[in-house]
Protein backbone atom coordinates (compact mmCIF):
# COMPACT_ATOMS: atom_id res chain seq x y z
CA UNK A 1 0.00 0.00 0.00
CA UNK A 2 1.16 3.50 -1.07
CA UNK A 3 1.58 5.66 1.90
CA UNK A 4 1.67 9.35 1.87
CA UNK A 5 4.59 11.88 2.56
CA UNK A 6 2.47 13.53 5.55
CA UNK A 7 2.76 10.71 7.50
CA UNK A 8 5.50 12.45 10.39
CA UNK A 9 3.93 12.91 13.27
CA UNK A 10 5.64 15.70 15.30
CA UNK A 11 4.35 16.35 19.62
CA UNK A 12 5.67 20.31 18.71
CA UNK A 13 4.19 20.36 15.27
CA UNK A 14 0.55 18.98 16.87
CA UNK A 15 1.11 21.60 19.68
CA UNK A 16 1.79 24.84 18.00
CA UNK A 17 -1.45 23.81 15.51
CA UNK A 18 -3.92 24.23 18.43
CA UNK A 19 -6.08 25.78 19.83
CA UNK A 20 -5.15 28.03 23.29
CA UNK A 21 -7.39 25.48 25.51
CA UNK A 22 -5.32 22.26 24.14
CA UNK A 23 -2.30 23.61 24.22
CA UNK A 24 -2.55 22.89 28.24
CA UNK A 25 -2.24 19.12 27.07
CA UNK A 26 1.14 17.33 27.05
CA UNK A 27 1.28 15.65 23.85
CA UNK A 28 3.52 12.55 23.01
CA UNK A 29 3.85 10.52 20.03
CA UNK A 30 5.74 6.88 20.00
CA UNK A 31 6.91 4.88 16.94
CA UNK A 32 5.08 2.14 18.69
CA UNK A 33 3.16 0.53 21.71
CA UNK A 34 1.12 -2.27 22.36
CA UNK A 35 -1.69 0.30 23.50
CA UNK A 36 -2.47 3.97 24.18
CA UNK A 37 -5.19 3.09 26.24
CA UNK A 38 -3.31 0.94 28.76
CA UNK A 39 -0.13 3.29 28.63
CA UNK A 40 -2.31 5.76 30.34
CA UNK A 41 -4.22 3.81 32.47
CA UNK A 42 -1.04 3.10 34.18
CA UNK A 43 -0.06 6.44 34.55
CA UNK A 44 -3.23 8.07 35.66
CA UNK A 45 -2.31 7.99 39.59
CA UNK A 46 0.89 10.13 38.53
CA UNK A 47 -0.77 12.11 36.41
CA UNK A 48 -0.84 16.48 36.65
CA UNK A 49 -2.74 17.42 33.57
CA UNK A 50 -4.00 15.83 30.46
CA UNK A 51 -2.63 13.69 27.89
CA UNK A 52 -2.23 12.93 24.29
CA UNK A 53 -0.30 9.43 23.46
CA UNK A 54 -0.03 8.96 19.78
CA UNK A 55 1.19 6.04 18.29
CA UNK A 56 2.40 5.88 14.71
CA UNK A 57 1.85 2.10 15.41
CA UNK A 58 -0.34 0.30 17.64
CA UNK A 59 0.44 -3.52 18.10
CA UNK A 60 -2.36 -4.54 20.98
CA UNK A 61 -5.10 -1.98 20.35
CA UNK A 62 -8.65 -2.95 22.86
CA UNK A 63 -12.10 -2.00 21.22
CA UNK A 64 -15.13 -2.20 23.57
CA UNK A 65 -15.46 -5.23 25.56
CA UNK A 66 -11.80 -6.36 25.17
CA UNK A 67 -12.01 -6.96 21.35
CA UNK A 68 -8.89 -6.50 20.09
CA UNK A 69 -8.44 -3.39 17.26
CA UNK A 70 -6.73 -4.59 14.79
CA UNK A 71 -4.46 -1.53 12.58
CA UNK A 72 -2.10 -1.22 9.26
CA UNK A 73 1.23 0.54 9.88
CA UNK A 74 0.55 3.87 8.61
CA UNK A 75 -2.75 3.47 7.93
CA UNK A 76 -4.72 4.77 10.56
CA UNK A 77 -4.54 7.13 13.40
CA UNK A 78 -4.09 5.67 17.36
CA UNK A 79 -4.29 7.59 19.68
CA UNK A 80 -5.28 8.64 23.38
CA UNK A 81 -6.21 11.43 25.59
CA UNK A 82 -6.20 11.35 29.57
CA UNK A 83 -8.71 13.66 30.90
CA UNK A 84 -9.44 14.91 34.38
CA UNK A 85 -13.36 15.89 34.83
CA UNK A 86 -14.82 16.49 38.31
CA UNK A 87 -17.66 14.26 37.75
CA UNK A 88 -17.79 10.72 39.91
CA UNK A 89 -17.50 7.43 37.51
CA UNK A 90 -21.14 6.78 37.42
CA UNK A 91 -22.34 9.97 36.21
CA UNK A 92 -19.98 9.47 32.73
CA UNK A 93 -22.38 7.26 30.86
CA UNK A 94 -22.81 9.96 28.52
CA UNK A 95 -19.24 10.13 27.60
CA UNK A 96 -18.21 7.85 25.05
CA UNK A 97 -21.36 9.60 22.68
CA UNK A 98 -20.05 12.99 23.76
CA UNK A 99 -16.63 11.99 22.76
CA UNK A 100 -18.72 10.82 19.54
CA UNK A 101 -20.24 13.84 18.60
CA UNK A 102 -17.13 16.00 18.99
CA UNK A 103 -15.07 13.48 16.78
CA UNK A 104 -17.72 13.12 14.11
CA UNK A 105 -18.42 16.91 13.87
CA UNK A 106 -14.79 17.76 13.83
CA UNK A 107 -14.87 14.83 10.50
CA UNK A 108 -17.67 16.50 8.96
CA UNK A 109 -16.03 19.91 9.30
CA UNK A 110 -13.71 17.90 6.90
CA UNK A 111 -16.22 16.69 4.66
CA UNK A 112 -16.68 13.65 5.47
CA UNK A 113 -20.62 13.22 6.09
CA UNK A 114 -20.08 10.41 9.18
CA UNK A 115 -22.40 9.63 11.28
CA UNK A 116 -22.78 7.89 14.92
CA UNK A 117 -24.17 4.77 15.47
CA UNK A 118 -24.61 3.84 19.04
CA UNK A 119 -22.97 3.58 21.32
CA UNK A 120 -19.12 4.51 20.34
CA UNK A 121 -18.74 4.04 16.57
CA UNK A 122 -18.22 6.29 13.65
CA UNK A 123 -19.64 5.50 9.93
CA UNK A 124 -19.41 6.67 6.92
CA UNK A 125 -21.29 4.98 4.04
CA UNK A 126 -22.94 2.92 6.62
CA UNK A 127 -19.42 1.21 7.74
CA UNK A 128 -17.51 1.75 10.86
CA UNK A 129 -14.55 4.51 9.94
CA UNK A 130 -13.86 4.88 14.10
CA UNK A 131 -14.09 3.50 17.26
CA UNK A 132 -14.18 4.96 20.68
CA UNK A 133 -13.09 3.40 23.74
CA UNK A 134 -13.12 4.97 27.06
CA UNK A 135 -11.95 3.82 30.38
CA UNK A 136 -11.89 5.56 33.70
CA UNK A 137 -10.43 5.19 37.36
CA UNK A 138 -11.22 7.56 40.12
CA UNK A 139 -8.88 10.19 41.02
CA UNK A 140 -7.38 10.71 44.72
CA UNK A 141 -8.44 14.48 44.74
CA UNK A 142 -11.94 13.91 43.66
CA UNK A 143 -13.34 13.21 40.41
CA UNK A 144 -12.35 10.78 37.76
CA UNK A 145 -9.64 10.33 35.34
CA UNK A 146 -10.34 9.32 32.24
CA UNK A 147 -8.52 7.82 29.12
CA UNK A 148 -10.27 8.30 25.48
CA UNK A 149 -8.60 6.33 23.08
CA UNK A 150 -10.03 6.91 19.31
CA UNK A 151 -8.50 4.46 16.17
CA UNK A 152 -9.17 6.30 13.13
CA UNK A 153 -9.06 4.50 10.08
CA UNK A 154 -7.50 6.31 7.10
CA UNK A 155 -6.07 3.27 4.65
CA UNK A 156 -8.03 0.09 4.79
CA UNK A 157 -6.43 -2.58 2.98
CA UNK A 158 -7.92 -5.74 1.86
CA UNK A 159 -6.43 -7.67 3.73
CA UNK A 160 -7.64 -6.22 7.07
CA UNK A 161 -11.20 -6.64 6.28
CA UNK A 162 -10.51 -9.70 6.03
CA UNK A 163 -8.72 -10.41 9.34
CA UNK A 164 -11.63 -8.46 10.84
CA UNK A 165 -14.52 -10.02 8.59
CA UNK A 166 -16.56 -7.36 7.50
CA UNK A 167 -16.35 -3.94 5.29
CA UNK A 168 -14.44 -1.21 6.76
CA UNK A 169 -14.95 2.69 5.77
CA UNK A 170 -11.69 4.89 5.07
CA UNK A 171 -10.74 8.11 4.64
CA UNK A 172 -8.93 8.73 1.52
CA UNK A 173 -8.90 12.55 1.95
CA UNK A 174 -7.69 12.42 5.43
CA UNK A 175 -4.90 10.33 4.60
CA UNK A 176 -3.65 13.27 2.33
CA UNK A 177 -4.14 15.59 4.77
CA UNK A 178 -0.85 16.36 7.37
CA UNK A 179 -1.18 14.20 10.08
CA UNK A 180 -0.26 17.09 12.59
CA UNK A 181 -3.07 19.20 11.28
CA UNK A 182 -5.34 16.31 11.59
CA UNK A 183 -4.72 15.55 15.03
CA UNK A 184 -4.52 19.23 16.20
CA UNK A 185 -8.19 19.53 14.62
CA UNK A 186 -9.19 16.75 16.16
CA UNK A 187 -7.85 17.26 19.92
CA UNK A 188 -9.24 20.87 19.97
CA UNK A 189 -12.36 19.31 18.74
CA UNK A 190 -12.22 16.74 21.37
CA UNK A 191 -10.89 19.64 24.34
CA UNK A 192 -13.89 21.53 23.45
CA UNK A 193 -16.03 18.76 24.34
CA UNK A 194 -14.75 17.64 27.44
CA UNK A 195 -14.44 20.66 28.91
CA UNK A 196 -18.17 21.28 28.00
CA UNK A 197 -19.29 17.58 29.55
CA UNK A 198 -17.38 18.67 32.57
CA UNK A 199 -19.29 21.90 33.53
CA UNK A 200 -23.06 20.81 32.02
CA UNK A 201 -22.77 16.94 31.62
CA UNK A 202 -24.28 15.39 28.48
CA UNK A 203 -27.55 17.87 28.35
CA UNK A 204 -25.82 20.13 25.88
CA UNK A 205 -24.39 17.19 23.67
CA UNK A 206 -27.35 15.37 23.46
CA UNK A 207 -29.34 17.22 20.51
CA UNK A 208 -25.87 16.87 18.62
CA UNK A 209 -25.95 13.59 18.99
CA UNK A 210 -29.10 12.90 17.94
CA UNK A 211 -28.78 15.33 14.94
CA UNK A 212 -26.02 12.67 13.58
CA UNK A 213 -27.86 9.55 14.34
CA UNK A 214 -27.20 6.66 11.60
CA UNK A 215 -30.43 4.56 12.66
CA UNK A 216 -32.39 7.38 14.00
CA UNK A 217 -35.97 6.30 12.84
CA UNK A 218 -34.89 2.58 11.64
CA UNK A 219 -35.69 -0.91 13.75
CA UNK A 220 -32.95 -2.27 14.87
CA UNK A 221 -31.98 -5.20 17.03
CA UNK A 222 -30.05 -5.03 20.32
CA UNK A 223 -27.45 -8.09 20.69
CA UNK A 224 -26.06 -9.44 24.21
CA UNK A 225 -22.95 -12.23 23.14
CA UNK A 226 -24.65 -12.82 19.79
CA UNK A 227 -28.89 -13.25 21.22
CA UNK A 228 -31.44 -10.20 20.57
CA UNK A 229 -32.22 -8.90 23.98
CA UNK A 230 -34.75 -6.44 21.91
CA UNK A 231 -36.46 -5.14 18.79
CA UNK A 232 -37.58 -1.86 18.49
CA UNK A 233 -37.26 1.75 16.71
CA UNK A 234 -34.68 3.80 17.30
CA UNK A 235 -35.74 6.93 18.49
CA UNK A 236 -32.88 8.55 19.74
CA UNK A 237 -30.51 8.80 23.14
CA UNK A 238 -31.50 9.70 26.60
CA UNK A 239 -29.31 12.33 29.24
CA UNK A 240 -27.90 8.86 30.45
CA UNK A 241 -26.42 7.78 27.25
CA UNK A 242 -29.30 5.17 26.91
CA UNK A 243 -30.54 4.27 23.43
CA UNK A 244 -34.19 4.81 23.52
CA UNK A 245 -36.18 2.10 21.33
CA UNK A 246 -39.97 1.90 20.54
CA UNK A 247 -40.59 -1.79 20.88
CA UNK A 248 -44.32 -3.45 20.39
CA UNK A 249 -44.54 -3.56 25.06
CA UNK A 250 -43.50 0.40 24.79
CA UNK A 251 -40.31 2.49 25.29
CA UNK A 252 -37.27 0.83 26.27
CA UNK A 253 -33.80 2.19 27.12
CA UNK A 254 -31.01 0.55 27.12
CA UNK A 255 -27.61 0.89 28.52
CA UNK A 256 -24.54 0.79 26.65
CA UNK A 257 -22.53 -2.18 28.74
CA UNK A 258 -21.37 -4.84 26.35
CA UNK A 259 -24.57 -4.86 23.97
CA UNK A 260 -24.22 -4.16 20.73
CA UNK A 261 -26.39 -2.47 17.88
CA UNK A 262 -27.18 -4.49 14.51
CA UNK A 263 -30.11 -2.97 11.54
CA UNK A 264 -32.94 -5.21 11.82
Same mark, same amino acid.
Not at 144 to 156: D, K
Given at each position: MQLNKNLELNASAIERLCDAAARDVDIEVVAETGSTNADLMTRLLHLSCPVMRVAVNQTAGRGRAGRPWLTVPGG??????? /???????? %? +????????GVALAECLNVLNQNVTLKWPNDVLREGKKLAGILVESAAAGNGG? /???????? %? +???SDELEVQVGRSLADAPWLAQMDRNVLLAQILNALVQALTQ??????????????????????????LDRDQIVHTGIALGVDLHGCLVLQTEQGQVSVLAGDVSLRPA
Open positions: MLTFSLA /WHLPQAPH %N +LLGLPLAVT /WVVVGIGL %N +LQVFGEQGFAPLLPRWNALHAYAGQTVNI
